[in-house]
């Protein structure tokens, strides 16, 4: 008995409980010789080993349960030690093998009252090491340390209590941080935080915070773990986090080698304890502890975890909570910026009548409202049954033009299904329109511009960046963008289609105009014609006459040459008015307009001269041969060169140039029904250009009306770029004008080149 009261002394004076225990075995041992020996607390219907004396390994921690455990339900019916004189472990598995080759064991309880609350064993490698008599010595030896046990349990379970706590408020004050913080992801962050500090207060390899997934089918890992990256996506049929999760109940294994089936998270590990999270009786996951050790957690760690889970649970619903009401209020936040930019879109696009720019504009709006690298627009082309892009707003290749049959790529799907369309790899994508070759781009969306149900045209966004998928949301941006572009597209054609006509309106009543004008001078024209032609007639044959009967000395005879030379200029005069007044038969040959250009050109020299003029040519040496009627085209260089002299009154340069141009038959205007089927887009271009004073925008819009002249009263008829243009429109051409105020200008002809 006096061998008790220093151990006393030594327990008071310790705060470690494992001390304590350890003091307490080493006592014992003293009392009751053995190989070796253990003690066990008591936990509902398990021992569990406390502390331990020349164990062959660490098995503190190894459970002792009761089920099945003959010697131990013995020793608790009836509070009374048990001997087993030879035994094997083989014989009692549920008795743990701390060292090799044990053959005897003295089970002891530890009692307080009637209630067993420990268990001490001592273990001899001897048969029959201990007799019957040994027991009550030995029960007495147990018995005087009992409160002490007891004591121990209690302070022991209290510490753990304050552990509780402080650990409990540590993992509130985290979510509550976690709470305020403006993280974009606070659940991932909280997790990672828990898993932390649960790593520090149990000593594991590793901690997770495992949650169930939507469907119940697998637990995704949270806040990531140590041991996993990416994040472990772990299944709920055939891991033991998965058993805890759908039983309720904690899973706690000391050896991973001895189970059968368990999700292999990392070969090398040996321990786990999986303890699921409930909020309101619902299972939301799992905390799960592993470690590379045998035995790493106890139930006092089961315990604790338990506890730290039900308050957990609430705290990872809370944050979840939250997180989805953030997640919420960004959706609604960025759903009234995407709502307000379609807003300005539509009102943007609303005063847009232009056509071209509109169709870029639309482009271009979709594609920042989906924030992609690219977008195309197409218009469908009924006639040929295929989608035309017209608008190719991408980094990559220009496809504008491209005809895109229906059926035929995601444009053609769009326009044949009228269905939005999304496509995250095109590249694998079966329907893509050219499955040979390798696409800039990675995915794409679209779709299809619908007016009165009926498509008209496509929108299509693409991206070339891995990182980027097209979501449902970006496609309800573009379904609602569709709309507004698709009644803008078609306000916008009806525009363009209205521009049209009223300027064909304006060109046929110009016409009209231009031909009651020409008519009127015709008339006229005639009149004066035929006044002046007898006059002039008579006066010719008077001083023909005059002039044969003089002799060639007479001084008068050179000023009656001059009269009959003036006698015929007015004559020329009369005959253009003729010719002018009425149609001429068609004297068209096979003619050189460089030829034509140089006997015009001698006709300016003396004028050129005095005037300070400069006459330059540059002639194409490859020009074909063309139907023209010479005069005619003549009479055209007459009056271009001519008006380019009269515009350059101080002296310039006038250069005339020939070349062989490509034009689309469809550029030239005033074009009719009766054009000439067999011509080419070759066109042979004489350009006649002067460095003079230039012509106002003014007065270039009028510049071909009949009568229009800026000379002074008397010093012109304003017939001669009329007539002009009569007749290079009369050859199935045209005149552009090139000018500005101060810089000079430029008359290009166009006459055609048949085919061959």
């Known amino acids: 008995m006096n061998s008790i009261w220093p151990l006393e002394t030594n327990l008071e004076a310790s705060y470690d409980p494992q001390v304590a225990l350890d003091s307490i ?192 089918h697998t637990l995704l890992e949270s806040g990531g773990g140590s041991l996993s990256s990416p994040p472990w996506v772990v299944p709920v049929k055939g891991s033991l986090m998965g058993q805890a999760v759908t039983s309720g109940l904690p899973i706690r294994v000391n050896d991973l080698h001895l189970v059968a089936e368990h999700y292999p998270i990392r070969e090398n590990l040996r ?146 299904f009228g269905e939005p369309i999304v496509v995250q790899d095109y590249q694998r994508w079966p329907g893509r329109l050219f499955p040979e070759r390798t696409t800039p781009y990675r995915a794409v969306a679209g779709v299809p511009l619908k007016f009165k149900g009926q498509v008209i045209g496509t929108l299509t966004v693409l991206d070339d960046r891995p990182e980027k998928s097209f979501m449902a949301k970006d496609v309800q941006l573009l379904e609602l963008l569709a709309p507004q572009a698709a009644i803008s597209i078609r306000n916008a054609r009806l525009y363009q289609e209205l521009e049209s006509r009223i300027q064909a309106q304006r060109l046929a009543e110009a016409r009209l105009i231009r031909s009651a004008r020409l008519a009127a001078v015709g008339e006229m024209a005639a009149g004066v014609a035929h006044e002046l032609n007898n006059p002039l007639t008579t006066v010719t044959g008077f001083v023909e006459l005059a002039i044969d009967g003089l002799p060639l000395e007479s001084p008068l005879r050179s000023d009656l040459e001059l009269v009959l030379q003036e006698a015929h200029r007015a004559r020329g005069v009369v005959r253009r008015l003729l010719d002018f007044s009425r149609p001429v038969e068609d004297q068209r040959t096979r003619s050189d307009v460089n030829d034509l250009i140089n006997q015009v050109l001698p006709l300016f020299h003396h004028l050129a001269r005095t005037t300070g003029i400069n006459l330059i040519t540059r002639l194409s040496s490859d020009m074909p041969w063309i139907s023209i009627d010479s005069n005619q085209i003549k009479q055209v260089l007459i009056n271009l060169i001519h008006n380019g002299i009269q515009a350059m009154p101080h002296g310039g340069d006038l250069t005339i140039f020939s070349a062989l141009e490509q034009r689309q038959v469809a550029d030239r205007p005033m074009r009719s029904e009766q054009d000439d089927p067999h011509l080419s887009n070759d066109w042979v271009c004489i350009r006649i250009t002067d460095t003079g004073v230039g012509i106002t925008p003014e007065i270039l819009e009028r510049i071909f009306e009949p009568f229009f002249s800026t000379r002074p009263a008397g010093q012109g008829t304003g017939l001669g770029l009329s007539v002009s243009y009569g007749i290079v429109a009369s050859h199935g051409g045209w005149i552009e004008v090139e000018s500005q105020p101060g810089q000079g200008s430029s008359f290009h002809i166009f006459l055609p080149v048949p085919n061959q």
Not at 99 to 128: K, M, Y
Not at 167 to 179: D, H, I, K, Q, W
Request: aromatic share 6%.
């Open 271 to 416: 321990s786990e304890l999986a303890v699921p999270l409930k909020y309101r009786g619902k299972v939301i996951g799992a905390l799960v502890l592993v470690s590379e050790a045998v035995n790493a957690f106890t139930f006092q760690d089961e315990q604790l975890l338990v506890v730290i889970a039900s308050h957990l649970a609430g705290l990872f619903e809370n944050v979840r909570l939250n997180e989805e009401t953030r997640e919420r209020a960004r959706n609604l936040a960025d759903s009234v910026r995407q709502l307000q930019a379609v807003r300005d879109t539509s009102l943007d696009l609303a005063g847009d009548l232009d056509l071209n720019t509109l169709l870029n504009r639309v482009a271009q709006r979709a594609r920042d409202l989906v924030e992609a690298r690219g977008a195309e627009l197409g218009l469908l082309n009924e006639a040929e049954q295929a989608i035309e892009i017209v608008v190719s707003d991408t980094p990559w290749e220009n496809v504008r033009g491209l005809k895109i049959p229906l059926m035929a790529g995601v444009a053609g799907q769009l326009a044949a």
């Open 25 to 216: 075995l080493v006592h014992l041992v003293a009392q009751i010789p053995c190989d070796a020996a253990y003690l066990a607390i008591r936990y509902g219907d398990t021992f569990q080993i406390q502390a331990a004396w020349k164990s062959k390994a660490n098995c503190r921690g190894v459970d002792i349960p009761l089920t099945g455990n003959l010697p131990v339900q013995h020793i608790i019916a009836n509070a009374q030690g048990m001997l087993l004189d030879d035994y094997t472990h083989s014989a009692y598995p549920y008795l743990p093998e701390i060292i090799e080759n044990q053959r005897s064991w003295l089970g002891i309880p530890i009692t307080i009252g009637r209630q067993v609350i420990g268990l001490a064993a001592f273990i001899s490698t001897h048969v029959n090491a201990f007799s019957p008599d040994d027991i009550l010595p030995a029960t007495q030896q147990v018995s005087q340390l009992a409160n002490n046990v007891e004591s121990v349990i209690i302070f022991s379970e209290a510490t753990r209590y304050l552990q509780q706590l402080a650990l409990l408020n540590e993992l509130a004050s985290t979510a509550a941080l976690g709470a305020e913080t403006e993280s974009a992801h606070p659940g991932e962050d909280f997790a990672r935080r828990v898993m932390v500090r649960l790593r520090r207060e149990f000593s594991t390899d590793w901690a997770a915070v495992l949650l169930l997934s939507a469907d119940g």
